[in-house]
């Protein structure tokens, strides 16, 4: 029996392909951004092996609930990697994460992330923090822990991806959702900043390998390079949906992700009920129209993969649709009245999209 040759020298983690020096010095390179996110309820700083958050906070609540949502950014992380962007890309799991847990009228407390990477370059993964306490901080959340992991031979060196885990809180009287959808409420519609963190599977195929188009490609629709589209960060409507609930009654909301808008309004319309939304009260972004174009892929495919420029639905009484509509705009979100609620009948789903979408 041949022996197995012994390695000269003998083996290493270093040798393996892990560089534990480089991660120390990402996490150097990201405490200032971690910093930024801090809330008062926060204790002790990076280093630690859990994140704490002071729960005697939640004094205050008579019945607090935790919520909680977990969520990745999807093969966007591949347009960032090939433009070498990467301080954009944390706003985008923020959003993923918060405005989920927003949804039901939570709060967001505090965040954590996981970042998996080929090689540790500590800047780009500083970078990408970056974006992800900016995020924080725009959801009003605080960035309490993350791990950064290197994982040679699995991924290339260039290659990265992303992910979090959020948490929340409601008083259990202000949880919103199905059972406070009443027959006559409005539906208001919130734009979204472009394609968001969705479908990029079918943008890609149909944009980059069907098409061939550069991502440095100037696109007159966009008035920017196509990468610079691509890339556009998620919309994070948390702090204007907690607005909402401050300055008027709502009753749901609904975060517009995979599955397009119809699915997604579906999850929060009790059975007895039907949302029905009007296409032509708004006109797509011109993103919408190339991949459709570009790779004729059918409306109703579009609609099930892609946001088609809506990113939240707030649903509430009719006499409170003005009052959210001057909040939202006072708050520079661009909403409008989109549909209604009414009773289901046999023949209707949860959710329906009706007529042709504008024209601009």
Known sequence: MSETPIAEGGASYAAAGVDIEAGDRAVEL????????QRPEVLGGLGGFAGLFDASALKCYERPLLASATDGVGTKVDIARQLGVYDTIGHDLVAMVMDDIVVCGAEPLFMTDYICVGKVHPERVAAIVKGIAEGCVLAGC???????????????????????????????????????????????????????????????????????????????????????????????????????????????????????????????????????????????????????????????????????????????????????????????????PAGEITDRDTHTTGAELVNEYARG
């Open 30 to 37: 990201m405490k200032e951004w971690v910093k930024k996110t």
């Open 142 to 336: 605080a960035l309490v822990g993350g791990e950064t992991a290197e994982h040679p031979g699995l991924l290339g060196p260039d290659d990265f991806d992303v992910a979090g885990a959020g948490t929340g809180v409601v008083e259990a009287e202000h949880l919103l959702g199905p059972d406070r959808i009443r027959k006559g409420d409005a539906v208001i519609a919130m734009a979204s900043s472009g394609l968001h963190s969705n479908g990029y599977s079918l943008v890609r195929h149909v944009l980059l390998n069907q098409a061939g188009l550069s991502l440095d490609a100037q696109i007159a629709e966009f008035d920017r390079t196509l990468g610079e589209e691509l890339l556009e960060p998620t919309k994070i409507y948390s702090l204007d949906c907690l607005a909402l609930t401050r300055t008027t009654e709502v009753h749901a909301f609904s975060h517009v992700t995979g599955g397009g808008l119809a699915a997604n309004l579906a999850r929060v319309i009790p059975d007895h009920l039907h949302a029905t939304v009007d296409r032509s009260t708004w006109t797509p972004a011109p993103v919408f129209d190339l991949v459709g174009r570009t790779g004729q892929v059918e409306r109703l495919e579009l609609e099930k993969t892609l946001n088609m420029g809506v990113g939240m639905i707030a649903i509430v009484p009719q006499e409170s649709a003005d009052v959210a509509l001057t909040t939202l705009a006072d708050r520079g979100v661009e909403a409008w």
